[in-house]
């Protein structure tokens, strides 16, 4: 038990055992994810996340990585087997070196050229949401009132080929569905609180930017919690976490059978059939799918090894490997020649 977990109140049954949680880019997700913690509280069980805290010594202790994750050498007590990294940015985004990943007991990410790590969970990432609603308000919320619907939320970014892919499927729906479908996004219709966008609509193209197996984020999330049904493009193996019955998955290089299956849906009321199965969905989110259940599940896996001095150091200070040197230079040559051919066509 580390020094800083001394007493507590007395409807406390279990002491709390104290994590630290270094979390990037903190003044835009820390808003986030103190919505998505029951009752605020930062706890899940017997287990409290201390956001980016500064005591010498934790039980356990978690770095939570995008672009960016630890900003300096950091050094704490800890048991060496109750280290965690969490990756939070799609495979083709992110890519860490091997000798930064091996600092960590075990690593949560949706990457597969990580399964060389012993502690790898090759699963999604317990992403927060990013609809204004607290956990206890979304825990207890019924189906709310729905006048429109179909909406989504796609940005005018186009810097890849999913996003691309993404503009593309979104003009496609516009023209076929005008004024019944919303359009939402930064640089089309931006919307302070996402769930203006989720909330009052039956049904909410979800698009992921991009197709990769375990990779699914707050844009499903959202949808689920503001009891919508999901038309859905993203993770290939979604339905390993959710009932096919809960959403409707759809093929965004088939715009028109993607058409037919969303008029199809609205026609037949597929929202009102699909609502108990919405309904575990949203569970799943809250209890399952959740950042601090998952961090809960693989702290008390076993345990604790005796506490000792532990330093790791941020990723940017560690060197890729010569064989990921040339695998980058392969596929940037591909991608140039394919970038060639299409031109001269």
């Known amino acids: 038990m580390a020094a800083s977990d001394q ?54 202790w978690i770095v939570w990585q995008s672009h960016e994750g630890l900003l300096q050498t950091e050094t704490r007590v800890c048991p060496p087997n109750k280290t965690i990294l969490v990756t939070r940015e799609p495979p083709d985004i992110l890519e860490l070196p091997p000798d930064y990943v091996k600092q960590f007991a075990w690593v949560i990410a949706p990457d597969a050229r990580l399964r060389w790590h012993r502690g790898h969970f090759f699963s999604q990432f ?15 919320m019924q189906p709310p009132e ?13 810097g890849t080929a999913g996003q691309k892919q993404r503009l593309q499927l979104a003009h496609r729906l516009k023209q076929e569905f005008g004024d019944e479908f919303n359009w939402f996004g930064r640089g089309i219709n931006p919307i302070k609180d996402k769930w203006d966008a989720v909330g009052p609509y039956r049904y909410h193209l979800v698009m992921e930017n991009g197709q990769w197996p375990h990779y699914w984020t707050e844009k499903l999330a959202d949808a689920f919690l503001a009891w919508c049904l999901p038309l859905y493009v993203g993770d290939p193996l979604i339905e390993q976490y959710f009932d ?62 005796p506490a000792e001095t532990i330093t790791l150091r941020p990723h940017f200070e560690f060197s890729f490997p010569w064989t990921t040197k040339i695998r980058w230079k392969a596929r940037n040559a591909w991608r140039h020649l394919v970038a060639y051919n299409t031109s001269e066509c």
């Not at 729905?146 to 186009?158: E, I």
Request: glycine share 2%; net charge negative.
């Open 7 to 60: 007493a507590r109140t007395p409807t406390d049954v279990i002491l709390a055992r104290q994590a630290l949680l270094h979390l990037c880019y903190a003044q835009s997700y820390l808003w986030h994810l103190q919505h998505t913690a029951p009752g605020r509280t930062h706890r899940w069980q017997d287990w409290e996340f201390d956001i980016n805290g500064t005591k010498p010594e934790y039980d356990a």
């Open 126 to 140: 317990g992403q927060n949401w990013h609809i204004e609603k607290d956990y206890n308000d979304l825990a207890a």
């Open 146 to 158: 729905k006048a429109g619907s179909l909406s989504s939320v796609v940005s005018a970014k186009a």
């Open 244 to 305: 096919s019955r809960s959403l409707i998955v759809l093929n965004p290089e088939q715009p028109e059978e993607c058409v037919r299956k969303i008029r199809e849906a609205i026609q037949d009321d597929a929202w009102s059939r699909a609502l108990p199965h919405i309904a575990i969905a949203r569970q799943r989110i809250l209890e399952q799918y959740h950042l601090y259940k998952m961090l809960h599940d693989i702290l008390e896996r076993e345990p604790a090894a």
